[in-house]
Nanobody, 123 residues
Framework: QVLLIESGGGLVQAGDSLRLSCAASGPTFGDYAMGWFRQAPGKERELVAAIGRGGSRTNYPDSVKGRFIISRDNAKNTVFLQMNSLKPEDTAIYYC????????????????WGQGTHVTVSS
Protein backbone atom coordinates (compact mmCIF):
# COMPACT_ATOMS: atom_id res chain seq x y z
CA GLN A 1 0.00 0.00 0.00
CA VAL A 2 1.28 3.45 -0.92
CA LEU A 3 -0.05 6.60 0.73
CA LEU A 4 0.26 9.77 -1.33
CA ILE A 5 -0.17 13.29 0.00
CA GLU A 6 -0.12 16.27 -2.36
CA SER A 7 0.69 19.84 -1.39
CA GLY A 8 1.49 23.16 -2.99
CA GLY A 9 -1.77 24.07 -4.68
CA GLY A 10 -3.30 27.51 -4.48
CA LEU A 11 -4.60 30.56 -6.28
CA VAL A 12 -2.24 32.25 -8.74
CA GLN A 13 -2.47 34.63 -11.67
CA ALA A 14 -1.95 33.75 -15.30
CA GLY A 15 1.75 33.61 -16.11
CA ASP A 16 2.77 32.68 -12.58
CA SER A 17 4.56 29.51 -11.49
CA LEU A 18 3.65 26.94 -8.88
CA ARG A 19 5.36 23.80 -7.63
CA LEU A 20 3.36 20.85 -6.42
CA SER A 21 4.82 18.16 -4.19
CA CYS A 22 3.67 14.63 -3.49
CA ALA A 23 5.06 12.79 -0.50
CA ALA A 24 4.81 9.02 -0.56
CA SER A 25 4.92 6.52 2.26
CA GLY A 26 4.94 2.76 2.10
CA PRO A 27 7.21 0.31 0.30
CA THR A 28 10.31 1.48 -1.55
CA PHE A 29 9.41 4.66 -3.44
CA GLY A 30 11.91 3.89 -6.17
CA ASP A 31 9.92 0.78 -7.13
CA TYR A 32 7.06 2.94 -8.40
CA ALA A 33 6.55 5.05 -11.47
CA MET A 34 4.71 8.26 -10.67
CA GLY A 35 2.27 10.51 -12.44
CA TRP A 36 0.44 13.78 -12.05
CA PHE A 37 -3.11 14.03 -13.32
CA ARG A 38 -5.67 16.80 -13.21
CA GLN A 39 -9.43 17.05 -13.33
CA ALA A 40 -11.27 20.24 -14.14
CA PRO A 41 -15.00 20.67 -13.33
CA GLY A 42 -17.11 18.72 -15.78
CA LYS A 43 -14.10 17.12 -17.46
CA GLU A 44 -12.39 13.77 -17.29
CA ARG A 45 -9.20 13.25 -15.33
CA GLU A 46 -6.19 13.61 -17.62
CA LEU A 47 -2.46 13.02 -17.45
CA VAL A 48 -0.24 16.08 -17.14
CA ALA A 49 3.10 14.35 -16.47
CA ALA A 50 4.59 10.92 -15.90
CA ILE A 51 8.00 9.83 -14.69
CA GLY A 52 9.63 6.43 -14.56
CA ARG A 53 11.10 4.74 -11.52
CA GLY A 54 14.60 6.12 -11.99
CA GLY A 55 13.50 9.55 -13.14
CA SER A 56 15.13 9.52 -16.56
CA ARG A 57 11.99 8.86 -18.58
CA THR A 58 9.17 11.40 -18.65
CA ASN A 59 6.07 12.08 -20.70
CA TYR A 60 3.86 15.14 -21.11
CA PRO A 61 0.77 15.90 -23.18
CA ASP A 62 1.05 18.73 -25.69
CA SER A 63 -1.12 20.97 -23.50
CA VAL A 64 1.63 21.31 -20.87
CA LYS A 65 4.80 20.35 -22.75
CA GLY A 66 7.45 23.04 -22.33
CA ARG A 67 5.64 24.55 -19.32
CA PHE A 68 5.45 21.71 -16.78
CA ILE A 69 8.35 19.65 -15.44
CA ILE A 70 8.03 16.49 -13.40
CA SER A 71 10.89 15.33 -11.20
CA ARG A 72 11.44 13.01 -8.30
CA ASP A 73 13.73 12.65 -5.31
CA ASN A 74 13.82 8.98 -4.40
CA ALA A 75 15.85 9.67 -1.28
CA LYS A 76 13.02 11.87 0.02
CA ASN A 77 10.13 9.78 -1.34
CA THR A 78 8.79 12.81 -3.15
CA VAL A 79 7.69 13.67 -6.67
CA PHE A 80 7.35 17.26 -7.86
CA LEU A 81 5.47 19.09 -10.57
CA GLN A 82 6.92 22.47 -11.53
CA MET A 83 4.26 24.44 -13.39
CA ASN A 84 5.35 27.55 -15.27
CA SER A 85 3.50 30.06 -17.42
CA LEU A 86 0.21 28.98 -15.92
CA LYS A 87 -3.00 29.59 -17.84
CA PRO A 88 -6.60 29.79 -16.65
CA GLU A 89 -7.25 26.49 -18.42
CA ASP A 90 -4.78 24.84 -16.03
CA THR A 91 -7.31 25.33 -13.25
CA ALA A 92 -8.14 21.90 -11.83
CA ILE A 93 -7.66 19.51 -8.97
CA TYR A 94 -4.22 17.95 -9.37
CA TYR A 95 -3.69 14.36 -8.29
CA CYS A 96 -0.52 12.39 -7.66
CA UNK A 97 -0.56 8.70 -8.58
CA UNK A 98 1.74 5.70 -8.29
CA UNK A 99 2.08 2.42 -10.15
CA UNK A 100 4.30 -0.62 -9.69
CA UNK A 101 4.91 -0.60 -13.46
CA UNK A 102 8.28 0.85 -14.58
CA UNK A 103 6.44 3.56 -16.51
CA UNK A 104 2.83 4.46 -17.28
CA UNK A 105 0.94 7.21 -19.06
CA UNK A 106 -2.64 5.97 -18.81
CA UNK A 107 -4.94 6.66 -15.89
CA UNK A 108 -6.06 3.04 -15.63
CA UNK A 109 -2.47 1.87 -15.18
CA UNK A 110 -2.10 3.65 -11.85
CA UNK A 111 -2.92 1.83 -8.64
CA UNK A 112 -2.61 4.44 -5.90
CA TRP A 113 -3.97 7.98 -5.76
CA GLY A 114 -3.67 10.97 -3.51
CA GLN A 115 -6.58 13.15 -2.41
CA GLY A 116 -5.68 15.99 -4.74
CA THR A 117 -4.69 19.63 -4.40
CA HIS A 118 -6.57 22.54 -5.93
CA VAL A 119 -4.91 24.85 -8.42
CA THR A 120 -6.77 27.95 -9.57
CA VAL A 121 -5.32 30.27 -12.18
CA SER A 122 -7.01 33.64 -12.56
CA SER A 123 -6.85 35.67 -15.76
Amino acid sequence: QVLLIESGGGLVQAGDSLRLSCAASGPTFGDYAMGWFRQAPGKERELVAAIGRGGSRTNYPDSVKGRFIISRDNAKNTVFLQMNSLKPEDTAIYYCAATARPFASSLEQYDYWGQGTHVTVSS
